[in-house]
């Protein structure tokens, strides 16, 4: 074993266990299966694609629409790939858990890092809330009904939602425009990611750990908050779970771990494909969305 940089690990250790792909041995076979249920999403259901917020080419959003009586709740998720990866267009999948059972569902999108640093990442995140609360009543939702959820650096994401001053940010809204959110195999501390190689690619810094390390904040909005994370996914993930919980928990939130047996960091969120699986149906129970 090599030197410690940080808690037991050496540098190749903590690489490994912060090498999300690398744990799972069917990474590129899972990807695959969620990019075709994305396509799939687009066409089952009514949509608006690409919804520009800002001035740069990821500052959009993705609406898809539920059938039914309105007002509808409304649900936004943000996707995961270590804030330097990933796409709205491939994120879709997740309405199968969400649409059919009575809920807009908005996939939000950011500017990947290192476009842009966290702070500006975050920001947009926070547009994205603001929209849709502010046009909730425009695209057929329920102002008093949203909710958020995110996956990996989604769940980190998530959880910085959770963590802001809404009314500070935007007098017109409310403290609390969140009812209830799950973060799923959330990065929660991002004092190990600075310290391992997914570093080369963010360049975190010091007061990029210390800001927006959502352990290191508090939660502004104190709704119910549920962290699934698989069972198989290593002991870093399942700490910074566990970890995160404990400190929200101190500060007043609802927290609640989950932890999927037999799940890795994205047959987790596959499940999103079943509608009728155990998770999908906990999911939307948490949400407080129907299970019809």
């Keep these: 074993m090599g030197t410690t940089v940080f808690r037991n690990y050496d540098q190749k250790s903590l690489d490994w266990w912060y090498n999300a792909r690398g744990l799972c041995g069917e990474t590129e076979k899972l990807k695959a299966a969620q990019e075709n249920g994305s396509n799939m999403c687009r066409q089952k259901y009514r949509s608006e694609l690409n919804i520009k917020l800002g001035d740069m080419p990821r500052e959009a959003i993705d609406i898809y629409y539920p059938t039914g009586n309105k007002p509808h709740p409304i649900h936004i998720f943000f996707h995961g790939g270590y804030w330097k990866s990933n796409d709205k267009e491939t994120s879709s999948y997740v309405t199968d858990a969400l649409v059919p059972y009575g809920a807009i569902t ?21 547009q994205v809330i603001t929209w849709v609360w502010k046009n909730a009543k425009r695209i057929g939702g329920d102002q008093n009904k949203i909710t958020i959820s995110g996956h990996s650096a989604g769940g980190h994401i998530t959880a910085c939602m959770l963590a802001t001053d809404w009314k500070r940010y935007d007098t017109n809204l409310p403290q609390t425009p969140i009812k209830s959110a799950v973060a799923t195999s959330g990065l929660y501390d ?22 927006f390390s ?38 007043g939130m609802q927290t609640e771990v989950w932890i999927q047996p037999n ?11 079943d509608g009728n699986c155990e998770f999908s149906k906990r999911l939307r129970k948490h949400l407080n969305i129907s299970n019809q």
């Design 106 to 126: 908005v996939i939000g999108e950011y500017t990947l890092i290192p476009e842009v640093r966290m702070d500006e990442l975050i920001r947009q995140c926070r």
């Design 214 to 251: 959502p352990i290191n904040q508090n939660p502004f909005c104190k709704v119910p908050l549920l962290l699934p994370v698989g069972g198989d996914e290593g002991p870093e993930f399942i700490r910074q779970t566990k970890d995160f919980a404990d400190s929200w928990a101190k500060k």
């Design 190 to 211: 991002l004092l190990p990611v600075k310290l391992c190689s997914q570093n080369n690619d963010l360049h975190l810094t010091d007061e990029e750990v210390l800001n």
């Design 263 to 273: 799940h890795d960091h994205f047959t987790i969120m596959n499940q999103h494909m």
